[in-house]
């Protein structure tokens, strides 16, 4: 037979025909498509697995067996016992130095002295603070107030006995006799005490904390072994209540107000 068959290439060249108008719409779709999904991302997702630290328990410490409080029970459960006596346990963190907020750069010893002599308002009433631990920073710490001072030199200078006496009768006053055992209080930074006062929002002198903070009546200092005498009856409260002008704000009341 002499017949023709179709050549294969002939086959081959009409099927690549067909496929490569077929490709390029593949091709122009999966360009499409990439163009739709954005730039790939930079961070990869890694298989390392991170140890987070435990979540701290909020437990507070139950009540000492002496039945003073933590600094920590009252600044979080305190609002019950507002307006009550109170006995808290703790370790002084700060202390409150005329001197130390007096001085300015290049002021000698003699130059502070002169300017408290010629001017006693200068300098704050008597506090400091405590905390649950030494290290507890100011703003977890428990403001403590009105604690009794000595007269200074210019007071004793100008007051005589008479008047001294009568100043130190007036528990309103918190002033103390440094002559006599036992009663001005002692305490430094580091020292544990147990302090007995009244658990307030403010004192008769301006000093406020929203957090509360504690009127000083007694106090026993564990780490030097003294102990305050009885307090003097609590004179009346002023008419219109504590606080008067010039209120003084806590430390946690200051970053709260910078907060807002």
Same mark, same amino acid.
């Given at each position: 037979?002499?017949? /023709?068959?179709?050549?294969?290439?002939?086959?081959?060249?009409?099927?690549? /025909?067909?496929?490569?108008?077929?490709?390029?719409?593949?091709?122009?779709?999966?360009?499409?498509? *990439? %163009?739709?999904?954005?730039?790939?991302?930079?961070?990869? !997702?890694?298989?390392? !697995?991170?140890?987070?630290?435990?979540?701290?328990?909020?437990?507070?410490?139950?009540?000492?067996?002496?039945?003073? !409080?933590?600094?920590?029970?009252?600044?979080?459960?305190?609002?019950?016992?507002?307006?009550?006596?109170?006995?808290?346990?703790?370790?002084?963190?700060?202390?409150?130095?005329?001197?130390?907020?007096?001085?300015?750069?290049?002021?000698?010893?003699?130059?502070?002295?002169?300017?408290?002599?010629?001017?006693?308002? %200068?300098?704050?009433?008597?506090?400091?603070?405590?905390?649950?631990?030494?290290?507890?920073?100011?703003?977890?710490?428990?403001?403590?107030?009105?604690?009794?001072?000595?007269? /200074?030199?210019?007071?004793?200078?100008?007051?005589?006995?008479?008047?001294?006496? *009568?100043?130190?009768?007036?528990?309103?006053?918190?002033?103390?006799?440094?002559?006599?055992?036992?009663?001005?209080?002692?305490?430094?930074? &580091?020292?544990?005490?147990?302090?007995?006062?009244?658990?307030?929002? /403010?004192?008769?002198?301006?000093?406020?904390?929203?957090?509360?903070?504690?009127?000083?009546?007694?106090?026993?200092?564990?780490?030097?072994?003294?102990?305050?005498?009885?307090?003097?009856?609590?004179?009346?409260?002023?008419?219109?209540?504590?606080? &008067?002008?010039?209120?003084?704000?806590?430390?946690?009341?200051?970053?709260?107000?910078?907060?807002?």
């Amino acid at each position: 037979m002499t017949g /023709s068959m179709p050549h294969p290439h002939g086959q081959r060249t009409a099927l690549l /025909s067909g496929l490569i108008p077929a490709l390029a719409l593949l091709g122009a779709a999966a360009c499409q498509g *990439d %163009k739709l999904k954005g730039p790939a991302a930079e961070v990869k !997702k890694s298989d390392v !697995k991170v140890n987070l630290p435990p979540v701290p328990g909020f437990e507070l410490p139950p009540t000492n067996p002496d039945g003073s !409080k933590s600094v920590k029970e009252l600044r979080v459960k305190g609002k019950k016992l507002i307006d009550s006596d109170v006995t808290v346990k703790g370790v002084v963190t700060w202390v409150y130095d005329c001197k130390t907020a007096l001085r300015q750069p290049g002021m000698s010893d003699k130059d502070v002295e002169k300017l408290m002599y010629e001017d006693q308002t %200068k300098c704050e009433r008597a506090k400091f603070y405590i905390g649950d631990k030494p290290d507890t920073p100011a703003e977890k710490s428990m403001w403590v107030v009105d604690v009794p001072r000595p007269f /200074s030199k210019i007071e004793l200078e100008r007051l005589k006995p008479a008047s001294q006496k *009568d100043e130190l009768a007036n528990p309103s006053n918190r002033r103390c006799d440094i002559k006599k055992k036992n009663d001005c209080p002692v305490y430094d930074v &580091g020292d544990e005490v147990i302090i007995t006062g009244k658990w307030s929002l /403010s004192s008769s002198h301006g000093d406020r904390n929203s957090d509360g903070l504690l009127v000083y009546k007694k106090m026993k200092n564990v780490t030097k072994n003294w102990d305050a005498p009885e307090p003097p009856p609590e004179p009346a409260a002023p008419a219109g209540g504590a606080g &008067g002008g010039g209120e003084k704000l806590s430390p946690e009341d200051m970053v709260k107000q910078k907060g807002k």
